[in-house]
């Protein structure tokens, strides 16, 4: 680079030396004024000129065309370690964008093992919540029929311990008072003086024994395949034929009542899942007011709460009351449409778990345990209940 600009700066110098001479020639004498010698001269020193002209310009050209190549020989050498540089840094920079897509791939994947394990703990979470739910349901319901058999056996033996009086005892508890045959007597026979004066009384006649009745099962074959089918793939769709069957025959009478917009609202809410029954507290009821009674309220302070019932209308003592979905309405009922609510209620939420695949048990019994839950349905339906609250 700078051996050009030094060439250059010497081409000017040569060219300012030329004008020089030019200048030199203008300010000569004329050709008139002077000798053939000194036109010989004149020629002499011009051709030395030109030639050194000529010269210098071979010189400067061939100067100039070997610093050019240098300069190109230069700047191929430098775009060369440039290009060189720049490919070394694109390759670094190829190996940390690997290095870091591998980083991206093994954090995805650790984070898809991570969610797939947390979805998998928290599914056998639920499923256990399930199973311990419905087996302490079940046990409850046990609980409940060895209440109800034992508040029976204990009805039964008040009844009874009040029937035997000292007067009148009642032979089924005192065995001993019961006489082993009865005492007859015939005419033509003379008494013993000894049994004449006491007083013989005749045996009482012997109760009739009942037979024992044995409750007999048997399935129905059309109704048995209908739960097949749907048990292949269980659905709460109510036009499947099982579950459309049952609809017809003991959802849709059972849950008819004087009420139909109410008793409508009630079992959308008992098909969703949405309703809740609780007891009704006295303690916290207000004062009877009109709205009170056509909601089905409570009428005053007092402990067994005598009002009208939400869904039939009736005043009855209406010990529960139901909350259909969020909102904060409460419907005062009575037993007989609480024992009909919770009879479907029941119905409903074996199906639920046989759908989420929580009954762990054979197709026959499980398809015994749905007429059970039918049978309550249909007694609820005739007002036949258990009063246990």
Known sequence: ?????????????????????????????????????????????????????EHT??????????????????????????????QKELQLKDEECERLSKVRDQLERELEELTASL?????????????????????????????????????????????????????????????????????????????????VTPAPPATQVQPVSKECKEVDPVLFEEFQQWKEEPTLDKTCPFLERIYREDVWPCLSFAKRELAQSVQDAVENNTLSIEPAAAQTLPLVKVSAIECGGPNGWRSQIITKCALTGLSKACKHRIKLGDTGNYYYISPSCRARITAVCNFFTYIRYIQQGLVRQEVEQMYWEIMRLRKEIATAKLGLYTDDT
């Open 57 to 86: 310009k071979v010189n400067y050209m061939s100067r100039l065309r070997s610093s050019s190549v240098e300069i190109r020989e230069k700047g191929s050498e430098i775009l060369r370690e440039e290009l060189l540089k720049a």
């Open 119 to 199: 979805f998998e703990e928290a599914h056998k979470m639920v499923r256990e919540a399930n199973t311990k739910q419905a087996l302490s349901e079940k046990q409850l319901k046990e609980a409940h029929g060895k209440i109800d058999m034992l508040q029976a056996e204990v009805t039964a033996l008040k009844t009874l311990v009040i029937t035997s009086t000292p007067s009148s005892p009642n032979r089924e508890l005192h065995p001993q008072l019961q006489s082993p045959s009865k005492v007859v007597f015939k005419k033509g026979h003379s008494r013993n003086k000894s049994t004449s004066s006491a007083i």
């Open 1 to 53: 680079m700078w051996k050009s600009q030094a060439l250059v700066e010497e081409g000017k110098h040569h060219l300012a030396n030329l004008r020089i001479g030019t200048v030199w020639k203008e300010s000569m004498p004329s050709e008139d004024g002077m000798g053939p010698g000194f036109k010989s001269k004149e020629r002499e020193i011009q051709r030395s000129i030109q030639s050194e002209e």
